[in-house]
């Protein structure tokens, strides 16, 4: 019995807590007035960068080429290989 | 299979460079803006002074605004890692991971929770809590930056790993080798402080046009105090820092010292260049005198170098050919062993794949023996040993010529400031003015010279830049090198735009006058 009642009691702590951070941001977000300007910008950028820039322009080279690590390691080990054999055999 | 095209290596080489120098406009501003908000908010939590908290808002919201529009601007760079640099970033990928990683989760934490509470806290937290929490961003802000530059010194100085000629990949088998290299220690010191220099310029900047337009004269004059008293005592550790970076170079990257000083000819009591023009038709191995015109200060470069005034220091011609009597190893010597390594490693791939373990073993040991040369053997002559030296050169001495004027100006506005005679003084309120902007080229500077200074090298002596590039065609780098340029140049005509209104706004109204 007494053992529940101090579960509830640290339930409703938590669920204090939790419910001031989100009026704590909340209200943070909605007071904002430069703050808006300023987030619009960040959101166009991390989106011009993530869902244009990275997705259509940076693929990650090896990955789209190879599946494996092993692949990848061979295919780079062959890069920094070749040069010198190469070379040699001029 | 095609060669890598050289036109590509360079195309990629001005994309990074031209993404990090932009990413460098805001980093250093939020490095010492950062803790010059903490100071005003401890002077106001101390005094109870609102005309502080009017400041701190004010500078606080500047800024905000630098911190907005550069956050994520450094991703671009791992985006380019990936495309443009795969050799790289597959060789380095387990050296990088976890001090990116850790740089990534720190500063996510960091910001969701102590940027929350330093701009949405005012009132609806203790000030103690508030004060805590903007010191927190100033600390971590500047420790995020430690990971990015351990990064950078291990390119700088390779240490604390082994190559595994499995998986063609550098391990790390010392955390602790890694995080305390030198280069990475005396890299983050003076970056770190140099970006508090950069800070007070800027707020001693925009404190002059307010006093020269007769605006906010008392916050203008309070917020040039602080940003003197932080910019004189950050432009003496800016030296200081900066002449063991020297030190460091002198030691690891000799190539680098000579380059960045137009030193041709090794020396012992070698002089240092003040200033000097260099004559453009040298080149490394003839006798043409290096420079034009110049100024030498005696000895300078030999305590610089190696902190002894008789010390010898080798100029670009002994590090290429070689010096007996100072038992400098040529570059041809260094290239035959890379080559020599490379073969072995060649060797050692194709005894894996026909499952031939002696040879395996035999070719690995022999890789061994000449590893730490590996770089060299990509080299086709002696002289591409050599950074192109003009571009450091000049680099580093704006730089320094800077970095020597800016205390000079500090203690002035200091001497003025006390005596309370700043708003008669014009002609120094103009130089104020001015020195926000030569704050942002010394600090380019700096880049300049690090970066390079250390030309050929991606990885010092192990992997030249033109080995760690994909495989591309250079019309693909060109296109994103464009987009990069467009996308950046709006982001900073966003800052300005944005910075410029703010300021013309001025600080709350009713608080400041």
């Known amino acids: ?90 | 299979m095609v060669d890598i095209d050289l036109n590509m290596v360079n195309w990629a080489r001005a994309q990074f460079a031209l993404t990090a120098m932009y990413h460098w406009i805001f980093v250093p501003l939020t490095l010492g803006l950062s803790f010059l908000c903490a100071f005003f908010e401890s002077i106001y939590v101390r005094t109870g002074n609102k005309e502080w908290r009017s400041i701190t808002k004010f500078w606080m919201m500047l800024f905000g605004i630098n911190f907005a529009i550069g956050v994520a601007t450094g991703i671009i760079l791992e985006f380019q890692f990936g495309t443009n640099w795969s050799n790289y970033s597959w060789i380095v990928g387990d050296i990088f991971g976890a001090p990116l990683a850790i740089e990534g989760i720190f500063a996510f934490f960091l910001e969701a929770t102590f940027f929350a509470v330093m701009f949405f806290g005012w009132n609806r937290v203790s000030k103690g809590f508030h004060l805590f929490s903007t010191w927190m961003v100033a600390i971590g802000s500047n420790l995020s930056a430690v990971w990015i530059l351990v990064a950078n010194g291990w390119m700088q100085n390779p240490v604390g790993m082994i190559f595994n000629p499995e998986t063609a990949r550098f391990e790390m088998n010392s955390f602790s080798e890694v995080v305390f290299n030198p280069v990475a220690i005396s890299k983050f010191v003076h970056t770190s402080s140099s970006g508090f220099l950069l800070a007070s310029l800027f707020v001693l900047s925009i404190s002059c046009w307010y006093m020269i337009r007769g605006r906010h004269i008392q916050m203008a004059k309070k917020s040039i105090v602080v940003a003197s008293v932080f910019g004189l005592l950050s432009a003496s550790y800016v030296a200081f820092t900066g002449d063991e970076s020297a030190y460091v170079v002198a030691q690891k990257q000799p190539m680098k010292l000579a380059a960045i000083e137009g030193l041709y000819k090794g020396q012992t009591k070698a002089p240092i260049v003040a200033a000097g023009i260099l004559n453009p038709d040298k080149k490394p191995g003839d006798n043409q005198d290096p420079f034009l015109v110049k100024i030498k200060i005696p000895y300078l470069l030999s305590l610089l170098a190696n902190r002894s005034l008789n010390s010898f220091v080798p100029g670009i011609d002994d590090l290429v050919y070689g010096n007996d009597e100072h038992k400098i190893e040529s570059i041809a010597s260094k290239i035959a062993k890379g080559k020599t390594a490379i073969n072995d490693l060649a060797m050692f791939k194709q005894a894996r794949k026909t499952n031939n373990s002696q040879e395996a073993t035999l070719s690995l040991a022999n890789f061994r023996k000449n590893q730490e040369f590996m770089g060299y053997g990509y080299l086709n002559k002696p002289e591409e040993a050599v950074p192109p030296v003009a571009i450091p050169y000049y680099a580093f001495h704006i730089m320094v010529a800077l970095g020597t004027l800016f205390p000079i100006i500090f203690a002035v506005f200091l001497f003025y400031a006390f005596k309370d005679s700043l708003t008669q003084k014009k002609w120094l309120l103009t130089i104020g003015l001015i020195s926000g902007f030569l704050g942002y080229i010394a600090s380019q500077a700096g880049w300049v010279v690090a970066e390079v200074g250390r030309q050929p090298w991606a990885i010092n002596g192990l992997l030249p830049v033109k080995m760690a590039t994909t495989n591309l065609a250079p019309a693909n780098v060109q296109t994103t090198f464009f987009m990069f340029l467009g996308l950046f140049t709006l982001l900073l005509l966003a800052e300005i735009t944005i910075m410029l209104k703010q300021i013309s706004i001025g600080p709350e109204r009713g608080e400041i006058k």
């Open chain 1, 1 to 90: 019995m007494k053992n529940s009642i101090l579960n509830i009691d640290k339930k409703n702590r938590l669920i204090k807590i939790i419910n001031s951070i989100f009026t704590f941001y909340r209200d943070g977000f909605k007071g904002m007035v430069l703050g808006k300007k300023l987030w619009t910008i960040i959101l166009i950028k991390l989106f011009v960068m993530f869902a244009v820039l990275k997705l259509l322009f940076f693929p990650n080279y090896l990955n789209t080429k190879f599946e494996t690590d092993e692949e990848k390691g061979n295919y780079v080990l062959e890069q920094i290989t070749r040069h010198v054999s190469k070379g040699q055999s001029k």
